[in-house]
């Protein structure tokens, strides 16, 4: 009977000032958000805020190369470059390079000694 009317006083005598009361209910909402996952769920959602704003800004600069790329389109010498890169073509008096990944030994193949 004594511990009840000793937890009985602490908690009518903490009830008395309001920034204990504060304290107790912190106390309340932050084991409440740690059981119930709430906390985690809120870290999770601003790494995920993170990697979105990041993705924003990369489609935004995607999106401002493309809008760039529909205004010099009129240009004929854009097109040309564009088709030319695109497609892998080369103009009359490029110089093309061939590389084989290949390795081909060179063995005494039809020279007689």
Same mark, same amino acid.
């Given at each position: 009977?004594?511990? /009840? @009317?000793? +937890? ?7 009830? %008395?000032?309001?920034? #204990?009361? /504060? *304290?107790?209910?912190? *106390?309340? *909402? ?6 119930? $996952? $709430? ?16 993705? =924003?800004?990369?489609? %935004?600069?995607? &999106?401002?190369? +493309?809008?760039?790329?529909? +205004? #010099? ?9 564009? *088709? +030319? @890169? =695109?497609?892998?073509? %080369?103009?009359? $008096? ?11 030994? &060179?063995? @005494? ?5």
């Amino acid at each position: 009977m004594k511990l /009840f @009317n000793t +937890l009985k006083y602490i908690f009518v005598s903490s009830l %008395a000032s309001p920034s #204990r009361i /504060f *304290v107790i209910c912190l *106390v309340v *909402v932050v084991i409440n958000m740690l059981f119930k $996952g $709430g906390l985690f769920e809120l870290l999770s959602l601003h790494q995920n805020l993170k990697k979105v704003k990041v993705k =924003r800004q990369e489609v %935004a600069k995607q &999106i401002e190369e +493309l809008d760039m790329k529909i +205004l #010099r389109s009129s240009d004929p010498e854009f097109l040309e470059l564009e *088709v +030319l @890169n =695109r497609f892998d073509l %080369a103009q009359e $008096g490029d110089l093309i390079f061939v590389f084989s990944d290949d390795k081909i030994p &060179i063995k @005494n193949q039809g020279v007689k000694k």
